[in-house]
């Protein structure tokens, strides 16, 4: 018994060490890191209902939160366990939180990352490498369609899909010039240009962008007047998530037919595959624009032997009927031998469906594109690169991309996306997104792990080299000086240097080519000076 008693002394002793240098510890988190439980006292403090933010707010405690994480990343790269997590996510339901939740953030030091819907190709509204909150526009997502001026209110958080399914309830000759995926979000597609199956027709998403809500980093709620056009002009492809927060689009609906044709045809090598890619170059980007044909390439092997052959799927849109698609065809690619049989009529937001790779048909009810649970994210673990090709590849350079492709294990893709048509009428410079006249098909390359538990797999990191080693071969041709790159595909292999203009120019003048980028820098410092809204390709302020 005696015994014990030192025993019990030096316990306590260390007790009150420990208690002590643990405070001291939590002393020094309050003056470098910030804490979750400051910012959230701090939501409450400076909202007008402290009950309701508080029961938007997750961290790490609560059971909910993985799940509200997880919901809008689009890709296992940015959830492995070894991904940094948020501090904090807040997914508040009106403009006046989003105020607080800027205001919280920058008080107590974290990072802002704002999710729309989360595909960032790099994870960069979902992880960063210090203490950061989630902005979660998750319940931010009212969509009002006025058909008579042919217009809607669209808010940030909002989904291509949900889009696509609100301008159906109301007409079907009316569309948005917008993207293939339904789970795409208006935020960052719409601010990184967005390319659609109506470019050719209407040029990207940013070109029909009428007016925006904005919130600067002062928490001001600006409009297209207010902001000014240096402004609304940096938020049309420059990349919104540099200046500040879009808190809704104005955007302009295009008039569309009420019937439109959709076909697919898949030519291998064997027939002919390399001469008919060959003459799709000088075809796709200049016929009429009512017609889209995107080709995506993949390599297979020949039946049950080693040998290997390559696959192009061409599919495309047609804006009209059958009748009238049949003799385009005929008189300008007879080679694809698209017969009536193949083409199917339907209305536009039918074939968002059909194409947008969900795996749909003309008969799914549309409703999929507003139910997320029905939206399977199959081939959900990839590294994608963009490229844009100006010059027609010669048949002699399309075989030998073949054979680069026999190198890799046929987990690759090529994606063949024709612009001309519309796009040849802007300049460079009416909107950041300069990747336009001349611009025969943008190619995006890029390989799966979809069999792989991760992107770290021997087999994995097998195929990043492979990656790697194709954009080295592919450059002699795509474009150069700069070879471009498009920002919503973000790829960081391009850099990340920004201490000045020469190390940022690496990777923003190939997003963004010289002019604009510089023009976005000059309206950064203006707009956010301090580099509050910043990720690792963020325009800089030197
Ligand atoms: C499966 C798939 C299909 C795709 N298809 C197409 C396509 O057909 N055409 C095309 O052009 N692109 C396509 N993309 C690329 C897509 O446009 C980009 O990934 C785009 O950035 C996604 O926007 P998001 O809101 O879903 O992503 P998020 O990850 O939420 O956001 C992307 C970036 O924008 C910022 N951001 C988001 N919302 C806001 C906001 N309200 N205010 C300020 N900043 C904001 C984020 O902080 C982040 O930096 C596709 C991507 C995937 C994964
Ligand atoms: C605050 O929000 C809670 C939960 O949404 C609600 O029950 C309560 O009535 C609100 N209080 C006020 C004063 O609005
Ligand atoms: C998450 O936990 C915090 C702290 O315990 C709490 O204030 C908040 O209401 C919880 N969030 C939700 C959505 O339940
Ligand atoms: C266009 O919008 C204005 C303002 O919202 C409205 O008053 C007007 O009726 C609309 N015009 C048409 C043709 O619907
Ligand atoms: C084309 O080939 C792909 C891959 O094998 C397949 O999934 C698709 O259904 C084919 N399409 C047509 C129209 O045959
Ligand atoms: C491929 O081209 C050759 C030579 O022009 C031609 O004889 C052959 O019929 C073509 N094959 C197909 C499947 O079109
Ligand atoms: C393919 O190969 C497998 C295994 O070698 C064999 O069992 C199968 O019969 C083959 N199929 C065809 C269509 O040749
Ligand atoms: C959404 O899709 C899921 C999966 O297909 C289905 O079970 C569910 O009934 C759908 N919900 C609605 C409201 O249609």
């Given amino acids: 018994m005696k015994k014990s008693q030192p ?120 992880t960063a490498a210090v203490p950061f909150v989630i902005l979660d526009l998750v319940n931010m997502k009212s969509i009002d369609v006025d058909v008579g ?30 993207g293939l995926c339904p789970t795409v979000g208006v935020g960052g597609y719409v601010s990184g240009g967005g390319y659609g199956n109506l ?14 809500r904005f919130m600067d980093v002062n928490g001001n709620i600006l409009d297209r007047k207010s902001m000014g056009e240096d402004l609304f002009w940096a938020l049309r492809g420059g990349g919104a998530s540099s200046f500040g927060i879009v808190l809704a689009w104005k955007l302009q609906l295009v008039p569309v037919p009420e019937i439109v044709t959709v076909f697919r045809v898949n030519i291998t090598l064997e027939e002919n595959a390399t001469d008919i890619l060959y003459k799709y170059q000088y075809v796709a980007p200049r016929i009429n624009p009512d017609l889209l044909l995107r080709v995506q390439i993949f390599s297979e092997n020949i039946g049950n032997t080693s040998k290997k052959s390559v ?66 994210r199959r081939e959900w673990n990839y590294k994608h690169k963009s490229e844009y090709v100006r010059t027609p590849i010669p048949k002699s350079g399309l075989r030998r991309i073949w ?30 997104y300069p990747h336009r006249a001349g611009v025969l098909y ?53 850099g990340v240097g920004s201490d000045s203009y020469e190390e940022a120019s690496v990777w923003g003048e190939r997003y963004w080519k010289r002019d604009n980028f510089k023009k976005l820098i000059r309206i950064k410092v203006e707009v956010d000076p301090e580099n509050f809204f910043r990720h690792l390709q963020s325009i800089p302020v030197f």
């Fill in 7 to 126: 025993s019990c002394f030096v316990f306590i002793l260390v007790l009150t060490l420990c208690l002590f240098l643990s405070r001291g510890a939590l002393s020094l988190n309050l003056d470098d890191t910030p804490t979750s439980e400051d910012f959230i006292s701090c939501l409450q403090s400076n909202s007008n209902n402290g009950t309701s933010i508080s029961q938007l707010v997750y961290t790490p405690l609560n059971s909910s939160f993985r799940s509200i994480w997880e919901a809008r990343v689009n890709n296992l790269r940015f959830i492995k366990p070894s991904t940094p997590r948020p501090s904090v996510i807040v997914t508040p339901v009106d403009e006046s939180q989003i105020q607080t939740v800027l205001f919280c953030t920058k008080k107590h030091g974290y990072e802002i990352k704002i999710r729309s819907g989360g595909h960032d190709y790099e994870g960069l509204s979902s």
């Fill in 149 to 178: 001026n042919r217009t809607a209110w669209v808010q940030g958080g909002a989904l291509l899909g949900e889009l696509y399914y609100s301008i159906s309830q109301k007409t079907h000759t009316l569309y948005f010039p917008a």
């Fill in 199 to 212: 470019i050719r027709k209407y040029g990207t998403a940013a070109d029909n962008v009428l007016d925006a």
């Fill in 311 to 376: 696959r192009m799927w061409f599919e495309g849109l047609y804006l009209g009927k059958i009748d009238a698609l049949l003799p385009l065809l005929d008189e300008n690619f007879p080679e694809l031998k698209v017969r009536r049989e193949i083409c199917e009529e339907m209305t536009m937001v039918q074939s968002s469906l059909v194409l947008g790779d969900q795996g749909f048909t003309s008969s799914t009810p549309i409703e999929v594109l507003v139910n997320q649970s029905a939206i399977v």
């Fill in 403 to 432: 054979r680069k492709m026999f190198e890799n294990d046929r987990s690759e893709i090529l994606i063949m996306y024709p612009f001309g048509g519309k796009m040849e009428e802007y300049s460079d410079t009416a909107t950041p």
């Fill in 442 to 494: 943008q190619l995006l390359h890029g390989v799966n792990f979809a069999d792989q538990t991760s992107d770290t797999t021997p087999v994995s990191l097998r195929r990043v080299d492979w990656l790697r080693s194709f954009e080295k071969f592919i450059e002699p041709y795509v474009s150069k000086n700069p070879r471009e790159a498009y920002l919503n595909f973000n790829d960081l292999d391009l």
